[in-house]
T-cell receptor, first 113, second 113 residues
Framework: ETGVTQSPTHLIKTRGQQVTLRCSSQSGHNTVSWYQQALGQGPQFIFQYYREEENGRGNFPPRFSGLQFPNYSSELNVNALELDDSALYLC????????????FGQGTRLTVV | AQSVAQPEDQVNVAEGNPLTVKCTYSVSGNPYLFWYVQYPNRGLQFLLKYITGDNLVKGSYGFEAEFNKSQTSFHLKKPSALVSDSALYFCAVRDESGYALNFGKGTSLLVTP
């Protein structure tokens, strides 16, 4: 177990709705990243938060947004859901360093219908 | 941009035989390379990383990886495969910004009894 927990584990939403996914980081980690893993693909970087500010973003539109809280827990919010947003969403916590590994949660499976 | 490639979609090996899962990388500067494993409906588990130093890196569950600068490769190896090693394996490289991990598309390993 990595100590990174995500909720909920599964979620079904309707196209156009909004969703919030939650992540609790591993103790001692100050950085949280979110990834989207479509079926049969590798994880794709969405964004990273450090000290409650976004400090890196992948190729995702602004309707993907996030928050990091003082206790280093985090939320991923997705507005105006599209069918292609159906994926496994992974949260990863780490220390803010190039050479440290990230520890992943079990993921939230989002299905948009 | 830093990237990795996993040329094999699937690797099949008999239990007890050695296994190799291939990964090649393309980076500017020093590579920070990682291997992760994913079991069905689970998040990613960290196996090992190469930052600098010895070209042979040892990791969890008996896995090791060989860094080869001239061939720009970072292949994952295990001397004797177990059926329980059957899973999806991802190679990743730290993005030059330091924020993201860029993953390969994954290699499915099947170990048969």
């Amino acid at each position: 177990e990595t100590g990174v927990t995500q909720s909920p584990t599964h979620l079904i939403k309707t196209r156009g709705q909004q969703v919030t996914l939650r992540c609790s980081s591993q103790s001692g980690h100050n950085t949280v990243s979110w990834y989207q893993q479509a079926l049969g693909q590798g994880p794709q970087f969405i964004f990273q938060y450090y000290r409650e500010e976004e400090n890196g973003r992948g190729n995702f539109p602004p309707r993907f947004s996030g928050l990091q809280f003082p206790n280093y827990s985090s939320e991923l919010n997705v507005n105006a859901l599209e069918l292609d947003d159906s994926a496994l969403y992974l949260c990863a916590s780490s220390l803010r360093s190039m050479n440290t590994e990230a520890f992943f949660g079990q993921g939230t499976r989002l299905t948009v219908v | 941009a830093q990237s990795v490639a996993q040329p094999e979609d699937q690797v099949n090996v008999a239990e007890g035989n050695p296994l190799t899962v291939k990964c090649t990388y393309s980076v500017s500067g020093n590579p920070y390379l990682f291997w992760y494993v994913q079991y069905p409906n689970r998040g990613l588990q960290f196996l090992l990383k190469y930052i600098t130093g010895d070209n042979l890196v040892k990791g969890s569950y008996g896995f090791e990886a060989e860094f080869n600068k001239s061939q720009t490769s970072f292949h994952l190896k295990k001397p004797s495969a177990l059926v329980s090693d059957s899973a999806l394996y991802f190679c990743a490289v730290r993005d030059e910004s330091g924020y993201a991990l860029n993953f390969g598309k994954g290699t499915s390993l099947l170990v048969t009894p």
